[in-house]
Each structure stands twice: as C-alpha cells, then as structure tokens.
C-alpha cells in the first residue's frame, strides 16, 4: 500500500453500521435529545442534515480517510507496555496511542470531521469550547488548515492550568476568551459558547468537543471518534488473534471513551470500562464522577446524568485534571451504564497521579492526567481480572501541557515554591511540600528535585 | 380551558393597549426584596410577572441576569421561595408565571410542580430551553392542572416548527425578537415584527408577546405598536444590579407602562 493511496470509503469508520441508537431525534433511550432555545434549532437541524448528507459522501469520506493518514498521522499505534503492566497484577496491558496524533491527544479526530462539515454548510467562522485545552487548541488547528476563523472560549481557572495550551491556541490563530462566569471552568465555557452560537448563529459553526450537547453532537461526535475503536479492534485481532478482555477509557464528557468503546459494543465479552475523575473522592463531594456521583437531569442541552443539588443546581465539579473536571457526561454513556453494557469507576487524583508516574518511569510515556485516569483504572481491573487477562486502555493524550501540574503535584521543580501554574494544588498545600511518593516502579527512591 | 394570562392580556387589548410583562429573579438581591421589587413592578404598572428561577446555567440569558441569579444560586434560593413570589404577586394583583429553565422543574417534579404552581395562584410557566418536542410530560402536567404554558418561537423557526410550537402553547407564545441572548438593546429590530405577522398568520388567537431587547418606555411603545405584550427583563434587572431598588423598579414600570399605552 502506498502513503498516497487514498483509503477506500467502504473502510472508512464512518460508513460502518452505527449502534441502533439513538433515534432519529437523538434519544439513547430516557438520554440526550435537545434542551435548547427554539433558537438553536434551526442550526441544529442544518447540522443534522448536513452531517447526515456528509457521512455517506464519498468525496467527504475520502478526504476524512486523507487528512487522518496524512495530517494526523493515524492509524494510531498499539504499544504493549509490560514494565507498567507489571503493576497489574500480571494482566498483559495494550495501550492505543491516541497520545501521538497531531496536536496530542484523540480531539483532532473529532476537530477534522466538524471543520469540514462547516466548511460544506457555508460557514467561515467556528466556535469551541475547551477545558484542558486538548479541543481547543485541536479547534484551532483545524481551523488554521482550513481557513476559518476561531474563537475558543475557556474557563479563567483552566487558562490558568493549562497555559501553555492557551498561548498555542493563540499561535495557531485563535482567539481565546476566558470565562469569568459561575465556576470558571469547562461548563461555564459550554454556557458561553452556546450563547455566542445563538447570537451568530447565522455565520458561526459550533464545533462541540465530546459526546454531549444537543442532538446532533453525540452521535456525531460519536461517529468522528469511533474510529479509535474500529481501528485498535482490528490492531488486536491482528496481534493478538484475540479481542481484549476489557476496554478502559476515561470518562469527563466521553468522547474518547465513546470512540473506543463504539467498535466493542456488540463484543458482549468485552468489558467496557469507563474512569471517572474521583477528585478528592466521591465520598468527599469533590469529584467530576457524574455517574457514579450524580443521577439524570439536563445540562447543556441533554438529559443524562449530572452532579445537582436538591434545587436542580449544577453542582461545581473536582478533579486535577481539567479535561475530566466537568459535572456532566454524554447520553450514551448514561445509556450504556443504564443498559449494563459499559461499567463505570471513579479514580481519585491520588491514584491518578500515582499511574501517571508509573507510566512515565516504566515506560517513557508522559500520559495525559486525564488518561492516567484510565491507567490507574487498568492498575485495578488487572488485580481483579488476574495475569491472564489482555486490558486495551485508551491513551487519549500526552501529558506535555500537565508538566507543571505534575510538577507541583510531585513537588520536582527545582524551586519548590508552587506558581500559580495549578492554584488547586497549591490550595491542597501540596505544591511547596514533598509530594507523595512517585511509586516504588524501580524499587528506588525518588530524591527531591528529581526532575521527570 | 380558562386561561388567567390569555385573559389579563385579552383584558389589556380590550383597552386598547398592550400587556407589559415584567420579569424578575427570585432571590437577588435576597428573597424578600427580590419580591418587594415584583409587587413595586405590579405597582408601577406591570399586568404580568415573569417570577424567574434561579439557575447556575442559564444559557439563554446574558451577563446582566446571570450576575443577578449567581448570587440567589449562591444563597440556595430554591422552589419553595419561588411559589411564595407567586402568591405575593398574585396578591398585588398581577399574573404571576414562572420562568425557568427545565431541571429546576424536573429535579422539583413535574407533577409536583404543576399541582403547587397552580395551588400558589400561578398562570403556568415560560420554559426557554425547553421545546414541545420533548415537553410530554409538562404538557400533560399542565394540563391536569389547568396551567398556561409558554413556548418560545424565534426568527428562525420555521413554518413547520411555528405551528407546532404554536399548537404547544396556552396563555401566550414569547417571540424572542432578535436572535441572541437576553440584554437591552438600543434597537428591537425588525425581525421582530416579522416574527409576530408570522406567528399572527398560522395562531390568529394566541396572543403573541415580545421579549429580548427593550429597555424603555419608547421601545415599548414602539413594540406595543405590534405586539399583544412587551416582555422586559434586563432592564428590571439593571435596576436592582445599580442598587435603585423596589423603587427603581416602581419608576421604570411606570415609564414602560405608559410606553405600552402610547402604541
């Protein structure tokens, strides 16, 4: 196969047969549908139908399949990782390496599929809202290849957090507002974003990040990330011979869960296995584990499950990782939990943090705190399932924008003395003083100012 | 069914006149001001207040509004401080409708809601995110306990989708008059009064209220000129935010109240 082949549609993920949900108005049984302003519907409906006439498109597809192999650098890689695994009480664990797609982490999937889809329905302007930055600077990115302008609107805590994915939205060309509003974080930014859509809807395409929002965003969102699935599916059958015994993926809004877990649905061996973020634990109410957590209401245009208080008040989420802080999930998921199909646990900051170490001195892989979630899951399930088991884990994004998060977290900078790089950690007073133990990974202590 | 917002508006037509329709948000600056500044609303001229529910994510509203609702979210303002603005509005002698987004009403109960709604001497209730579409069990609610409900139509709505909504709706339809979220605005626009010909031509008997951009009592008139009802919220809210108070919200009754008879 040459590099410049293009990829025969009938491959595409796009054109494999979809999960009998949702409906046709965006129902994952009592989930999703659209909790909008009428305003809204009119674009939503556009939306719907463009995308609908997109995804059977040969041409679309052809060119979806180009940008991937071409410009993402997909397929992803499968890396076995056996020193990490060592931790997994034996089980073998396989990770997808969504970490090493253009702009690092597996939004870019979603970010091409949408900017092309604005591009057919006429529209020169987009909108993204973003949390650990990974869907906006992807947004921002896609915009750039494709000409279109790009605001990218951020919670004021996140722009704090995640700097660095700030200045390189900026070099990428976009505008980024940060959102003084409620919690300052990914859900205020959903808040604000919406009401830039409503205002200039006429020019401006909402690029939504993950699984949730109005339908049509979580079935499309669904079907750009499914191809993490369909690929790695194929990759193990290949290598292994053999499906995985289980599938883990973390879980804030769930589109990198979603795209794992699509292609294994029907697999009903397969167990789906999907990280919340824990924060300081669930019992703590300090955590993002909508889930495990919270119970079905509606936010940001969909019913599914969400953490509220008696009054139906969103209730502000915890997490060390701003990509999972976020007090609601995507329909699907509600519905897969509901149905028994996928199972869902809450990992704390602390275990997350200590799989994020792990992985990086047993295998020279900085993961995303997001997705140590997902490691520190496999940590788990493998003590549970046993050395026989095969764990394929989501790697949704590399961890250069968590340095610093990390760093205060671990206490390794060479100054101890915690910037304002990560408030939450400096509040949890753990920035200026010697972090937790890295992990005994290599039986060896870890000195202070041991850099990473 | 009898409709107590179908007939306050039909009353102000009879007169000649257009309805004004207040909104304001339980809880800011506190509960009970927050209910001194409906009833000085009601005093000052205003046939119908919109009791808004605090919400902590109220997309549909811009910076004015949610500035003041953050604060009676802060306070846990909840339902049952929301039902007793509904009596004391009642009391005043103004239609009282509630305004809020769909959770609050799901995490209360929508039956729930409905049956005290209509025991505190509501009209019904103005729901902006939530669409016919996925309204059954309000519309069933509603009905059982003879509530008024009002959906939002808006610019862009089609010709489909406007006589569905229309067909939905009891008491009035809320034309959002410009496309955006709720703020004053220097001009209504025309937008609006298409809207409202529109929505006219597919519900001859719904009456059709205006909301989304008025500040003062000449952009009242102006869309008293059109419409059955001119909805103003921002600019209520404004008065409490610059600290004018219950009379500050009296005074621009008072002057939005004789903008909607100068049609």
Not at chain 1, 17 to 45: K, M, N
């Amino acid at each position: 196969m040459t590099t410049t082949a293009p990829v025969p549609p009938s491959d595409a993920s796009l054109s494999r047969p979809r999960p009998e949900w949702p409906d046709a108005t965006g129902h994952f049984g009592p989930y999703g549908g659209r909790f909008v302003p009428e305003a809204l519907i009119a674009a939503l409906d556009e939306l719907s139908e463009a995308y609908e006439a997109m995804r059977v498109d040969p041409a679309f597809l052809v060119e979806f399949e180009r940008l991937h192999r071409d410009y993402t650098g997909r397929p992803s890689p499968i890396t076995e990782v056996p020193r990490f695994a060592e931790h997994c009480g034996g089980a073998r664990v396989l990770l997808k390496r969504e970490d090493l797609n253009h702009t690092g982490s597996h939004k870019i999937n979603n970010v091409l599929g949408q900017a092309l889809l604005t591009k057919r329905i006429g529209k020169k302007r987009v909108i993204a809202e973003t949390g650990a930055g990974q869907h906006g600077v992807a947004t921002a990115t896609a915009a750039a290849l494709m000409g279109l302008e790009c605001t990218v609107y951020m919670g004021e805590e996140d722009t704090r957090r995640q700097a660095l994915n700030v200045a390189r939205m900026r070099l990428l060309g976009a505008e980024v507002i940060p959102v003084t509003t409620g919690s300052r974080t990914l859900k205020d930014a959903i808040n604000e974003a919406f009401r830039d859509w409503v205002t200039n809807v006429e020019t401006t395409n909402y690029v939504f990040g993950t699984v949730a929002g109005p339908h049509p965003f979580p079935a499309m969102v669904r079907d750009f990330q499914r191809v993490i699935g369909d690929e790695a599916r194929a990759q193990l059958l290949a290598r292994e011979g053999r499906l995985p015994d289980a599938v883990l993926a973390c879980v804030g809004g769930g589109s990198n869960a979603i795209g794992i877990f699509t292609a294994f649905v029907p697999d009903a061996d397969v167990r789906l296995v999907g990280l919340e973020a824990g924060g300081d634990g669930v019992e703590t109410g300090r955590h993002a584990s909508s889930i495990t957590g919270g119970d079905p209401g509606v936010l940001h245009g969909a019913r599914s499950y969400l953490l509220q208080d008696a009054h139906g008040q969103t209730v502000e989420s915890h997490s060390i990782s701003a990509g999972l802080d976020y007090p609601g999930v995507g329909p699907e998921h509600s519905y897969l939990h509901d149905m028994g199909r996928a199972e869902y646990r809450p990992v704390t900051d602390s275990q997350a943090m200590e799989a994020f170490a792990l992985l990086c001195r047993t295998e020279g892989i900085i993961p995303a705190i997001e997705s140590a979630h997902a490691l520190a899951g496999a940590i788990t399930l493998g003590k549970e399932m046993g050395p026989d088991a095969l764990l394929l884990v989501n790697l949704s994004g590399r961890g250069d924008k968590d340095v610093e998060t990390a760093s205060a977290w671990f206490g390794l900078a060479e100054h101890t003395a915690p910037t304002d790089g990560d408030e939450r950690a400096v509040e949890e007073g753990r920035g200026g003083e010697p972090g937790p133990p890295l992990g005994d990974a290599d039986h060896t202590t870890v000195q202070d100012g041991d850099a990473l | 069914m009898n409709s107590q917002l179908d007939t306050r508006i039909g009353a102000a037509k009879a007169e000649g006149r257009a309805a004004l329709i207040a909104y304001l948000p339980v809880g800011y600056p506190d509960v009970p001001t927050s209910i001194e500044a409906m009833v000085a609303a009601v005093e000052g001229g205003a046939d119908v207040v919109e009791i808004g529910v605090p919400y902590s994510d109220p997309g549909m509203d811009g910076p004015t509004i949610q500035e003041a609702v953050d604060v009676a979210v802060r306070a846990g303002v909840g339902m049952a401080d929301v039902l007793s603005a509904v009596s004391a509005v009642a009391a005043a002698g103004a239609v009282p409708v509630v305004m809020s987004y769909w959770n609050p009403i799901e995490r209360y109960g929508v039956e729930r809601f409905a049956t005290d709604l209509a025991a505190a001497g509501g009209a019904g209730a103005i729901t902006p995110d939530l669409i016919p579409d996925e309204a059954g069990a309000w519309l069933a609610a509603s009905d059982a306990a003879g509530l008024d409900r009002v959906f939002l139509v808006a610019p862009s709505s089609t010709d489909a989708r406007l006589a569905m909504t229309l067909a939905a709706c009891r008491g009035f339809v809320y034309a959002a008059s410009t496309m955006g979220v709720t703020g004053t605005r220097s001009t209504v626009g025309d937008t609006a009064q298409a809207l409202v010909t529109r929505t006219r031509e597919v519900a001859p008997d719904l009456a059709v209220c205006v909301g989304l951009g008025v500040s003062d009592g000449d952009q009242a008139a102006e869309v008293a000129g059109f419409a059955d009802g001119v909805i103003v919220g921002s600019a209520y809210v404004r008065q409490l935010l610059d600290g004018h108070g219950p009379a500050g919200v009296r005074a621009l009754s008072e002057d939005l109240a004789a903008g909607v008879r100068r049609r």
